[in-house]
Nanobody, 120 residues
Framework: QVQLVESGGGLVQAGGSLRLSCAAS????????MGWYRQAPGKQRELVAT???????NYKDSVKGRFTISRDNAKNTVYLQMNSLKPEDTAVYYC??????????????WGQGTQVTVSS
């Protein structure tokens, strides 16, 4: 069993910054792509950014140039540095990991979510 635990959310004024972290723990696993998703009230969950184990990244258009995703493979941790935050970035942010077991089976795991609120 693998657990993903997020931290770093909070309340910030528009134009401010926050850094989210997501650490994976468990035994006998490896993680390929890790990503951040978000869900605002009344809206569907959407992809924010992803990063492969090799470091290739992908971003939602509206966060390009403001958000940076990174990871520390040794710590099984992914980060999301969010700068120039806007009120429309307000959402619950979720971490997702594509986890492979020793038998090469794949399972997707989600964290519990962390609230990000940007005030105008």
């Amino acid at each position: 069993q693998v657990q993903l635990v997020e931290s770093g959310g909070g309340l910030v004024q528009a134009g401010g910054s926050l850094r989210l972290s997501c650490a994976a723990s468990g035994s006998s696993f490896s993680i390929n792509t890790m990503g951040w998703y978000r869900q605002a009230p009344g809206k569907q969950r959407e992809l924010v950014a992803t990063i492969t184990s090799g470091g290739s990244t992908n971003y939602k258009d509206s966060v390009k140039g403001r958000f940076t995703i990174s990871r520390d493979n040794a710590k099984n941790t992914v980060y999301l540095q969010m700068n120039s935050l806007k009120p429309e970035d307000t959402a619950v942010y979720y971490c997702k990991g594509e986890v492979y077991s020793v038998d090469s089976s794949r399972s997707d795991y989600w964290g519990q979510g962390t609230q990000v609120t940007v005030s105008s």
